[in-house]
């Protein structure tokens, strides 16, 4: 039987219809994920753990760039997420003042904006995640505090101090020794890198006959402590501590004898895409998601070290 002209064009008109509503539900919300560096293997557990996490959503896209330690690359990737119209953005700073105004752009341009591990400036921006870096650091001060009697001389070695998360951990530790005969013998900015944290090291024994313990900002800082010292022979005299707690390297040198404690960081990779997914559903999110953090030791390493109080 012959197709009429009408019918046709209902038909043409409800496959059209079909189609449309098809491709949208088959759109796929995009994600831009700007990560400071992949030289920490810290951060590269972080990516791995958001893009665990959006593995479980098959409707998000993750779109990574790293920008390689570099705050301009790390500013144009922004730009770049921004200009192609990603739906959400996860920013994990390298600097918190440089990359605030970016940032902002991208907020104020209604894109939802998660920022991940380190803070900026300021209030433009959808949700901050990540631990009390001031309060782990306190907590690593007053750990040593116990450890050496309440006297002791001290290598501090530091992470970025132009971000936010090495400002804090070097206060809070200072608070965790206050009131004690502990003493900072030296301190150096090793920006994070175990190469770096092992130059600053071979120059503290250099300088000083007796270093009783290293307080590192991050575990690959304090293994490169261990290794400078172990080279110069001096390593079973210093208590190493370090910040990140990552099962393969914080955790694995406590269980080595290398650190003598660890303090959790965690990365948020997680928390991230779950604010990303109910960003996405229309809920509301806190300003300020804290993190919990946990001290691993050779005593309850294996038991999956203590929550911080």
């Known amino acids: 039987m012959p197709i009429s002209r009408r019918s046709f064009s209902i038909a043409a008109a409800g496959s059209l219809l079909a189609a449309c509503s098809t491709s949208k539900e088959g759109k796929k919300f995009t994600v831009g994920m700007s990560q400071c560096n992949l030289g920490e293997p810290w951060r590269v557990q972080m990516n791995a753990d958001v893009e665990a996490a959006a593995a479980k959503h098959p409707e998000l896209k993750v779109l990574f760039k790293d920008a390689q330690n570099d705050t301009l690359k790390q500013r144009a990737h922004i730009e770049e997420f921004v200009s192609a119209g990603v739906d959400a953005l996860i920013v994990t700073p390298k600097e918190s003042q440089p990359l605030t105004e970016p940032i902002a752009k991208a907020y104020q341009a209604k894109i939802p904006v998660i920022v991940l591990d380190r803070a900026v400036v300021g209030d433009q921006f959808t949700t901050f995640i990540g ?15 116990k450890k050496l009697n309440g006297n002791g001389r001290i290598v501090e070695l530091k992470g970025l101090m132009t971000s936010i998360p090495g400002q804090d951990r070097n206060q809070g530790f200072r608070d965790g020794i206050a009131g004690s005969s502990i003493e900072v013998i030296f301190e150096a900015d090793m920006k994070w890198l175990e190469p770096d944290a092992r130059k600053e090291m071979e120059s503290a ?46 955790v694995a040198y406590v269980r ?3 650190l003598s404690a660890t303090f959790q960081y965690p990365t948020g990779g997680a928390e991230a895409i779950d604010a990303v997914m109910k960003l996405r559903a229309a809920q509301t999110i806190p300003r300020q998601i804290t993190l919990g953090s946990r001290v691993f030791t050779a005593e309850n390493a294996a038991g999956g070290g203590e929550p911080l109080a």
Not at 205 to 225: C, E, Q, S, T, W
């Open 205 to 250: 024994l250099a300088r000083f006959p007796k270093i009783d313990a290293v307080y590192a900002h991050n575990d690959p800082g304090a293994h490169g402590a261990y290794l400078a010292a172990q080279a110069a022979g001096r390593e079973k005299d210093i208590v190493f501590v370090g910040i990140d707690a990552l099962p393969q390297e914080g």
């Open 131 to 145: 631990a009390d870096n001031r309060k782990i650091g306190r907590a690593a001060g007053e750990w040593l505090k």
């Open 256 to 258: 080595q004898g290398i």
